[in-house]
T-cell receptor
Framework: DTEVTQTPKHLVMGMTNKKSLKCEQH?????MYWYKQKAKKPPELMFV???????INESVPSRFSPECPNSSLLNLHLHALQPEDSALYLC????????????FGDGTRLSIL | GQNIDQPTEMTATEGAIVQINCTYQ??????LFWYQQHAGEAPTFLSY??LDGLEEKGRFSSFLSRSKGYSYLLLKELQMKDSASYLC???????????WGLGTSLAVNP
Protein backbone atom coordinates (compact mmCIF):
# COMPACT_ATOMS: atom_id res chain seq x y z
CA ASP A 1 0.00 0.00 0.00
CA THR A 2 1.22 3.51 -0.79
CA GLU A 3 0.21 6.87 0.67
CA VAL A 4 -0.44 8.23 -2.81
CA THR A 5 -3.67 6.82 -4.20
CA GLN A 6 -4.34 6.63 -7.91
CA THR A 7 -7.56 5.69 -9.67
CA PRO A 8 -8.38 3.83 -11.76
CA LYS A 9 -5.72 1.10 -11.63
CA HIS A 10 -6.44 0.07 -15.19
CA LEU A 11 -8.04 2.00 -18.04
CA VAL A 12 -8.82 0.97 -21.60
CA MET A 13 -10.05 3.70 -23.89
CA GLY A 14 -10.55 4.42 -27.54
CA MET A 15 -8.81 7.23 -29.35
CA THR A 16 -11.93 9.39 -29.36
CA ASN A 17 -12.76 8.97 -25.66
CA LYS A 18 -12.29 11.49 -22.87
CA LYS A 19 -11.23 10.15 -19.49
CA SER A 20 -9.45 11.39 -16.38
CA LEU A 21 -6.82 9.91 -14.09
CA LYS A 22 -6.99 10.87 -10.44
CA CYS A 23 -4.35 11.10 -7.74
CA GLU A 24 -4.75 11.90 -4.05
CA GLN A 25 -2.31 12.32 -1.16
CA HIS A 26 -2.89 13.38 2.43
CA UNK A 27 0.71 13.75 3.56
CA UNK A 28 0.65 17.54 3.33
CA UNK A 29 3.01 17.46 0.37
CA UNK A 30 2.99 20.63 -1.73
CA UNK A 31 4.65 19.26 -4.87
CA MET A 32 2.87 16.77 -7.10
CA TYR A 33 4.01 15.10 -10.29
CA TRP A 34 2.75 13.16 -13.27
CA TYR A 35 5.07 10.64 -14.91
CA LYS A 36 4.67 8.32 -17.88
CA GLN A 37 6.54 5.02 -17.81
CA LYS A 38 7.01 2.51 -20.60
CA ALA A 39 8.13 -1.06 -19.93
CA LYS A 40 11.79 -1.39 -18.89
CA LYS A 41 12.28 2.39 -18.99
CA PRO A 42 12.62 4.92 -16.18
CA PRO A 43 9.74 7.26 -15.35
CA GLU A 44 9.47 10.15 -17.77
CA LEU A 45 8.40 13.43 -16.19
CA MET A 46 5.32 15.08 -17.67
CA PHE A 47 4.17 17.78 -15.24
CA VAL A 48 5.10 19.25 -11.86
CA UNK A 49 2.75 21.22 -9.63
CA UNK A 50 4.16 23.29 -6.79
CA UNK A 51 1.71 24.83 -4.33
CA UNK A 52 -1.11 24.03 -6.76
CA UNK A 53 0.55 25.93 -9.60
CA UNK A 54 1.98 24.28 -12.71
CA UNK A 55 5.75 24.75 -12.51
CA ILE A 56 7.02 22.30 -15.12
CA ASN A 57 5.44 21.09 -18.37
CA GLU A 58 7.88 18.84 -20.21
CA SER A 59 6.52 19.76 -23.64
CA VAL A 60 3.68 17.30 -23.23
CA PRO A 61 1.11 17.17 -26.07
CA SER A 62 -2.09 19.08 -25.38
CA ARG A 63 -4.11 15.86 -25.45
CA PHE A 64 -2.86 15.52 -21.84
CA SER A 65 -4.27 18.23 -19.59
CA PRO A 66 -3.29 18.38 -15.91
CA GLU A 67 -5.33 19.94 -13.16
CA CYS A 68 -4.62 20.52 -9.47
CA PRO A 69 -7.93 21.41 -7.75
CA ASN A 70 -6.32 21.60 -4.30
CA SER A 71 -3.17 20.61 -2.46
CA SER A 72 -4.28 16.99 -2.07
CA LEU A 73 -5.61 16.25 -5.53
CA LEU A 74 -4.08 15.98 -8.97
CA ASN A 75 -5.93 15.04 -12.14
CA LEU A 76 -4.79 14.21 -15.63
CA HIS A 77 -7.45 14.72 -18.29
CA LEU A 78 -7.07 12.63 -21.42
CA HIS A 79 -8.56 13.34 -24.84
CA ALA A 80 -7.91 11.98 -28.30
CA LEU A 81 -4.98 9.82 -27.20
CA GLN A 82 -2.85 7.78 -29.57
CA PRO A 83 -1.87 4.09 -29.28
CA GLU A 84 1.68 5.14 -28.37
CA ASP A 85 0.28 6.81 -25.25
CA SER A 86 -0.36 3.37 -23.78
CA ALA A 87 1.82 3.22 -20.67
CA LEU A 88 1.85 3.22 -16.88
CA TYR A 89 0.99 6.70 -15.58
CA LEU A 90 2.47 7.43 -12.19
CA CYS A 91 1.57 10.18 -9.78
CA UNK A 92 4.07 11.23 -7.12
CA UNK A 93 4.28 13.81 -4.36
CA UNK A 94 7.01 15.34 -2.26
CA UNK A 95 7.35 17.93 0.48
CA UNK A 96 8.15 21.54 -0.17
CA UNK A 97 11.75 21.15 -1.23
CA UNK A 98 13.41 19.14 -3.96
CA UNK A 99 15.55 17.44 -1.32
CA UNK A 100 12.62 15.38 -0.19
CA UNK A 101 11.97 11.99 -1.81
CA UNK A 102 9.07 11.59 -4.15
CA UNK A 103 6.44 9.11 -3.03
CA PHE A 104 4.75 7.30 -5.88
CA GLY A 105 1.27 5.94 -6.30
CA ASP A 106 0.71 2.47 -7.76
CA GLY A 107 -0.06 3.96 -11.14
CA THR A 108 -2.76 3.67 -13.75
CA ARG A 109 -2.07 1.22 -16.55
CA LEU A 110 -3.53 2.85 -19.63
CA SER A 111 -4.26 1.06 -22.90
CA ILE A 112 -5.36 2.96 -25.99
CA LEU A 113 -7.22 0.94 -28.59
CA GLY B 1 23.56 19.23 -19.23
CA GLN B 2 23.20 16.17 -17.08
CA ASN B 3 23.95 12.54 -17.75
CA ILE B 4 23.51 9.42 -15.63
CA ASP B 5 24.82 5.94 -16.35
CA GLN B 6 24.16 2.63 -14.63
CA PRO B 7 24.51 -1.00 -15.77
CA THR B 8 21.49 -2.42 -17.56
CA GLU B 9 21.39 -5.82 -15.92
CA MET B 10 23.04 -7.68 -13.06
CA THR B 11 22.70 -11.18 -11.68
CA ALA B 12 23.52 -12.34 -8.17
CA THR B 13 22.96 -15.29 -5.88
CA GLU B 14 20.68 -15.45 -2.88
CA GLY B 15 22.60 -14.61 0.30
CA ALA B 16 25.37 -12.80 -1.56
CA ILE B 17 26.30 -9.11 -1.76
CA VAL B 18 25.83 -7.00 -4.88
CA GLN B 19 26.94 -3.47 -5.70
CA ILE B 20 25.04 -1.42 -8.28
CA ASN B 21 26.98 1.55 -9.59
CA CYS B 22 25.73 4.88 -10.85
CA THR B 23 27.94 7.53 -12.44
CA TYR B 24 26.80 10.98 -13.36
CA GLN B 25 27.85 14.24 -14.92
CA UNK B 26 26.15 17.45 -13.91
CA UNK B 27 26.80 21.15 -13.49
CA UNK B 28 24.58 21.41 -10.42
CA UNK B 29 24.20 18.85 -7.66
CA UNK B 30 21.90 18.72 -4.66
CA UNK B 31 21.79 14.98 -4.05
CA LEU B 32 21.23 11.52 -5.47
CA PHE B 33 18.29 9.22 -4.89
CA TRP B 34 18.01 5.44 -5.20
CA TYR B 35 14.65 3.84 -5.88
CA GLN B 36 13.58 0.22 -6.15
CA GLN B 37 10.90 -0.82 -8.61
CA HIS B 38 9.40 -4.29 -8.86
CA ALA B 39 7.87 -5.22 -12.19
CA GLY B 40 4.44 -3.68 -12.61
CA GLU B 41 4.70 -1.68 -9.40
CA ALA B 42 5.53 1.90 -8.43
CA PRO B 43 9.08 2.97 -7.53
CA THR B 44 9.78 3.00 -3.81
CA PHE B 45 12.31 5.28 -2.14
CA LEU B 46 15.46 3.63 -0.79
CA SER B 47 17.97 6.37 -0.02
CA TYR B 48 19.07 9.95 -0.61
CA UNK B 49 22.74 10.94 -0.46
CA UNK B 50 23.73 14.60 -0.22
CA LEU B 51 27.17 14.38 1.36
CA ASP B 52 30.09 12.08 0.58
CA GLY B 53 30.24 8.78 2.35
CA LEU B 54 28.29 5.66 3.12
CA GLU B 55 24.79 5.59 4.57
CA GLU B 56 23.48 2.30 5.88
CA LYS B 57 19.86 1.24 6.22
CA GLY B 58 19.56 -2.37 7.23
CA ARG B 59 20.60 -4.64 4.34
CA PHE B 60 20.86 -1.68 1.96
CA SER B 61 23.64 0.93 1.94
CA SER B 62 24.30 3.80 -0.43
CA PHE B 63 27.58 5.55 -1.11
CA LEU B 64 28.33 8.90 -2.72
CA SER B 65 31.49 10.57 -3.99
CA ARG B 66 30.65 14.01 -5.34
CA SER B 67 34.17 14.67 -6.63
CA LYS B 68 34.05 11.48 -8.71
CA GLY B 69 30.42 11.80 -9.80
CA TYR B 70 29.82 8.31 -8.46
CA SER B 71 27.35 6.51 -6.27
CA TYR B 72 26.62 2.89 -5.51
CA LEU B 73 23.87 0.91 -3.86
CA LEU B 74 25.06 -2.06 -1.84
CA LEU B 75 22.64 -4.89 -1.14
CA LYS B 76 23.67 -7.48 1.45
CA GLU B 77 22.23 -10.91 2.29
CA LEU B 78 20.33 -10.92 -0.96
CA GLN B 79 16.83 -12.33 -0.97
CA MET B 80 14.71 -13.43 -3.92
CA LYS B 81 12.39 -10.50 -3.30
CA ASP B 82 15.29 -8.13 -4.07
CA SER B 83 14.89 -9.02 -7.74
CA ALA B 84 13.78 -5.67 -9.14
CA SER B 85 14.93 -2.65 -11.10
CA TYR B 86 17.10 -0.17 -9.20
CA LEU B 87 17.01 3.42 -10.40
CA CYS B 88 19.36 6.21 -9.47
CA UNK B 89 18.00 9.73 -9.86
CA UNK B 90 19.93 12.97 -9.73
CA UNK B 91 18.65 16.06 -7.99
CA UNK B 92 20.43 18.76 -9.94
CA UNK B 93 18.39 21.56 -8.41
CA UNK B 94 16.10 22.08 -11.42
CA UNK B 95 12.95 22.93 -9.50
CA UNK B 96 12.07 19.41 -8.35
CA UNK B 97 12.84 17.75 -11.67
CA UNK B 98 14.86 14.60 -11.17
CA UNK B 99 17.21 13.22 -13.82
CA TRP B 100 16.65 9.47 -13.90
CA GLY B 101 19.08 6.73 -14.86
CA LEU B 102 17.76 3.96 -17.08
CA GLY B 103 17.69 1.51 -14.19
CA THR B 104 19.57 -1.67 -13.37
CA SER B 105 17.55 -4.86 -13.54
CA LEU B 106 18.78 -7.18 -10.78
CA ALA B 107 17.98 -10.88 -10.89
CA VAL B 108 18.59 -12.84 -7.69
CA ASN B 109 18.94 -16.56 -8.30
CA PRO B 110 18.63 -19.35 -5.72
Amino acid sequence: DTEVTQTPKHLVMGMTNKKSLKCEQHMGHRAMYWYKQKAKKPPELMFVYSYEKLSINESVPSRFSPECPNSSLLNLHLHALQPEDSALYLCASSQRTEDQPQHFGDGTRLSIL
Amino acid sequence: GQNIDQPTEMTATEGAIVQINCTYQTSGFNGLFWYQQHAGEAPTFLSYNVLDGLEEKGRFSSFLSRSKGYSYLLLKELQMKDSASYLCALNAGNNRKLIWGLGTSLAVNP
